[in-house]
């Protein structure tokens, strides 16, 4: 089944996860027990709502987990908040909102013991905004706080990513970023900017702000006591962890950023350029590439670049440093079979795609897609119209005044007027370009961020871009960025989670955002490897908790990539940026002890296009 299919039926938020936070420095124990029977294909628990008689029953047996209590704390707080609903979970129990949580259909299972309450907020007459708290029965004496992330346009609570929190000793928040709705789905924005203005960073803010202060009296923590509060989100998530932590520096301890889509004014309007390029997507239109030929331009890539890292392993680790050579897949004029190779016209439209959104003047407005991102390329190429993601962007967010429907039929283009308006208006205010975070740094505040070299939806590149950003920002010093933010590439992982169609099975999980419910409605972090060395989460709060910076993390994969009952197949180190996992050329490749965390040397010289030298002869490409 392509990502493409999965995304379209169940929206991209299900792109699950769950997070992983500790509860003691050391190693947490297994508590893992896997459900997921299918290989690119997730299990989907459909849990029922407790009944009205149910959890009416067990709120009056409850000291706090009650309406009348939590009311009364919103009182305290003298907030336009109200309480919505207030379940007490029981051990082993299951809580969520199923179908009417479109986004987050998939209840998460197995829970601790705990109180699962939901508040709404009107921030006008025209919009509101809902979030849920997982607030467990019993926490440790260091009390943290976990808040997760959506995706794409979701609008809904993901309770499946919050149930890390509990399971980590921690509470745990989302917000629905004050709609209702799948990842696809961008018609609730058009003409309502207090609507754009709550998905863009508002939601996310005041959640954070009342929900800390929730946390603090229903635990009845001492205002100088600590409260740790950790982040962990992926593509939006990625881009609301960004913006909140750019903006408001004292909302995060830590930030567990993947693959952020955070320069929405250009990254948008890039993804409908780039589905421009592939329509009219039928025989009248000679560079249209159709769907069954990505996989030749995979095959072909892996066949060029695998061996850059000295390892035959079906894995691209290093696209930047492959020379790939798009000629070799053009078809030649005689007695060519064209199902097996690329016109000169669909190898412009791969150029394209690969050298990414450049204006009339050679000005780059966008990067382009990572080599070896061709399995996911459907999402924005394999349709008969730009993605949503795009073209939902461009007509509901940006030119929703207009008086008449945008018309992109016969559009092969967008203008750099595009990009100008979308960066003057920023719908929602959304981006999340503020590249100088002193104030976060200041604060001890740490980022991992990181990305799938084979994502095919936010290209990998633009993560690069931010994090070179920032490293401009601090005086080109790359050694005081990764004080507190670390960049992790990770070879074969697609769009936030997994190998694109499980091709190639590269290790991918390290416990990141949707990749725990994608595993199973039950798992909380890295299926047996619940630790500081295999979960990123884990990581990132002995890094700011502890000061034991993240060196490297163990990314897992399993021989069913989704499946752990079906025994680990691959584990490597992914590596903090500018670092590579290299070979130590005698070990067995699947395991982790046969690689360490290295510089990669190139012989290569700087491009002159503003590329960083880093030390030790590194240099990434432009």
């Not at 009296?217 to 962890?241: A, I, M, N, P, V």
């Not at 996989?295 to 890292?309: G, P």
């Not at 200041?442 to 939806?457: E, F, N, P, S, T």
Request: proline share 6%.
């Amino acid at each position: 089944m392509t990502l493409w299919r999965f995304i379209t039926t169940t929206a991209v938020a299900i792109l699950l996860s769950t997070f992983h936070a500790l509860t003691s420095p050391s190693p947490l124990p297994n508590l893992h027990s896997a459900t997921t029977t299918s290989t690119c294909k997730r299990n989907h628990h459909f849990q029922p709502r407790q009944s009205q008689g149910q959890h009416d029953s067990r709120q009056a047996r409850h000291p706090k987990c009650n309406s009348q209590y939590l009311s009364s704390i919103l009182h305290t707080l003298n907030t336009p908040a109200t309480v919505e609903n207030v379940t007490p979970v029981p051990a082993n129990g299951s809580y969520g909102e199923g179908a009417s949580d479109p986004a987050y259909p998939v209840n998460p299972t197995n829970l601790p013991p705990l109180c699962a309450v939901t508040f709404q907020i009107d921030y006008s007459t025209m919009a509101s905004y809902r979030f849920g708290l997982f607030l467990p029965d019993k926490l440790p004496s260091t009390k943290r706080l976990l808040v997760v992330g959506n995706g794409g346009f979701s609008g809904g609570i993901n309770w499946l990513d919050m149930a890390a929190g509990p399971h980590h000793g921690m509470a745990a928040l989302s917000t629905d970023t004050g709609h209702n709705s799948t990842a696809l789905e961008t018609s609730w924005a058009h003409g309502h900017a207090e609507k754009k203005e709550l998905w863009g960073w508002r939601a996310m803010h005041g959640s954070v702000v009342l929900g800390k202060q929730i946390f603090q009296r229903y635990y009845q923590q001492l205002d100088h006591d600590k409260l740790w509060t950790y982040y962990s989100g992926c593509s939006t998530g990625g881009r609301q962890g960004l913006r909140e932590l750019q903006e408001f520096p004292d909302s995060f301890d830590g930030a567990l950023i993947g693959a952020p889509a955070w320069w929405t004014a250009r990254l948008n309007p890039f993804l409908m350029q780039v589905g421009l390029y592939n329509v009219p997507a039928d025989d009248s239109n000679p560079y249209h590439i159709p769907l069954n030929k990505f996989s030749l331009l995979l095959e072909e890539v892996i066949r060029q670049c695998d061996n850059v890292d000295g390892v035959q392993d079906g894995i691209v680790s290093s696209p930047d440093k492959c020379g790939f050579d798009l000629g070799t897949l053009v078809c030649s004029e005689f007695g060519t079979n064209i199902s097996k190779c690329l016109t000169a016209e669909q190898a412009e439209t791969a150029r394209k795609v690969y050298e990414g959104w450049l204006s009339e003047d050679g000005e780059l407005l966008y990067p382009g897609l990572t080599l070896s991102s061709e399995n996911q390329w459907s999402i924005l190429l394999g349709g008969t119209v730009p993605s949503p993601y795009g073209l939902g962007y461009v007509r509901d967010f940006l030119f929703d005044n207009d008086d008449k429907e945008l018309d992109w039929t016969g559009t092969s283009k967008l203008g750099k007027d595009t990009i100008d308006k979308a960066q003057r208006l920023d719908p929602g205010h959304s981006s999340a370009i503020q590249y100088d975070i002193s104030n976060f740094k200041d604060r001890g505040g740490k980022v991992i961020l990181y990305h799938g070299l084979a994502d095919g939806l936010v290209p990998e590149k633009g993560s690069w871009w931010y994090y070179n950003k920032t490293i401009d920002t601090f005086g080109a010093d790359l050694d005081a960025v990764r004080e507190f933010i670390r960049y992790f590439q990770i070879p074969g992982m697609g769009h936030c989670f997994s190998t694109p169609d499980c091709k190639p099975n590269a290790p991918w999980n390290i416990g990141g955002a949707f990749q725990a419910g994608l595993m199973g409605s039950d798992t909380w972090s890295v299926p047996g490897f619940e630790d500081v060395d295999h979960d990123a989460l884990l990581a990132l709060m002995a890094w700011t908790e502890e000061g034991k910076a993240v060196d490297k993390l163990v990314a897992t994969t399993w021989h069913r990539p989704t499946d752990s009952n079906t025994g680990v197949f691959i584990q490597r180190p992914i590596c903090p940026w500018p670092e590579k996992a290299v070979y130590d050329g005698v070990g067995d490749v699947n395991e982790a002890g046969s690689w360490e965390c290295a510089m990669e040397k190139v012989s290569c010289c700087r491009n002159g296009k503003g590329g960083w030298r880093a030390k030790k002869g590194w240099l990434p490409s432009g």
